[in-house]
């Protein structure tokens, strides 16, 4: 569920687990059980991009009094919002506007194979640097099939290449300063920032609101209610869905883009798909880190 969540955009179904990059490292999974098998990384970063210190059952606790959060938290057991690289991490979502993820990750695996470095381990290549995109044209980067996204990307990469905005910075900065960085680049507007925030920087409480957790988000309000903004539509999340508000969209997120959210008010986000409830079967306590085993 973690890895395909719509976090991140490149893993791959690999040798009965998965293929993928950390970083510069091209890297196996293969879960087993409890048990997590790897292969080209070490385990203490292994266990940081997958934040295994993360408490999965206090977040869970968090949202017990709210019905429709705390199923799905109980069908997402053991997902997690993962520490990606800020720069792949935040290059990727620039590709996300008005795209599904599968559309996100062709672009995101385009790039990779067009610019990219061939990995040890891995079938999937690196992501490529702010500096090898920034060599590039727009016109360049719109064979990738980005379309407009491209001229985001490319004016994004050049900055961070000419040493004018530094990734790295928004780490000491409050979300809303870090927000607000990030929303001074090219393609960049308060969503996509709340997404890089939350899948990068650890912002657990950042909100992204796109169509999805919109929907999601109106439903639980009345039907009569007055359609909020999506800044609106942000604060009502935080406040609803409190401390780990990030953590609670993406296990909605998770459950509607997969057909199994029952929603009170909206039946669109099911996407034509037979909405259900789901409640978790499995008495296995989440919260501890999976153990690791080198492949």
């Known amino acids: 569920m973690t890895l395909e969540s719509g976090q991140t955009f490149h893993w791959m179904e690999f040798e009965g687990g998965y293929a993928g990059t950390i970083g510069e490292k091209g890297v ?3 879960q087993e059980g409890e048990t997590l098998h790897y292969r080209g990384i070490d385990p ?23 019905s429709a959060s705390s199923e799905a938290s109980l069908a997402c057991r053991g997902l997690r919002i993962m520490r990606q690289p800020h720069w792949e ?4 979502f620039i590709l996300s506007p008005m795209k599904q993820v599968a559309h996100i990750r062709q672009m995101s695996m385009a790039l990779r194979h067009a610019y990219g470095k061939k990995l040890e381990n891995s079938p999937v290549p690196s992501f490529p640097d702010p500096s090898v995109l920034a060599s590039t044209t727009e016109a360049e980067l719109r064979r990738c099939s980005l379309g407009f996204r491209a001229k985001g990307l490319l004016g994004t990469a ?3 290449a000419e040493g004018k905005f530094a990734p790295e910075a928004l780490v000491g900065m409050s979300t809303r300063e870090a927000r607000e960085a990030l929303c001074t680049l090219p393609g960049i507007g308060r969503k996509v920032a709340n997404c890089i925030l939350l899948f990068s920087y650890g912002r657990l409480e950042a909100v992204p609101v ?9 439903s639980f309000r009345s039907s009569r209610a007055k359609k909020l903004t999506p800044l609106e539509l942000e604060q009502y999340g935080e406040k609803v869905m409190g401390p780990y508000a990030g953590y609670i969209q993406q296990y909605l997120f998770h459950q509607a883009r997969t057909g199994n959210l ?25 919260s501890s880190p999976y153990l690791a ?3």
């Open 89 to 92: 991490c935040l290059a990727s």
């Open 293 to 295: 085993a080198a492949l």
């Open 262 to 286: 029952k929603l009170p008010h909206d039946t669109k986000a099911s996407h034509g798909k037979n909405p259900k409830r789901v409640t978790s079967t499995s008495p296995q306590k989440a």
């Open 210 to 218: 796109d169509v999805w957790v919109g929907r999601i988000l109106n």
């Open 158 to 160: 050049r900055l961070i």
């Open 44 to 66: 203490e970063s292994l266990r940081n991009y997958l934040a295994f210190d993360h408490d999965l059952e206090e977040i869970r606790s968090s949202c017990a009094s709210h």
């Open 28 to 30: 196996i999974l293969r």
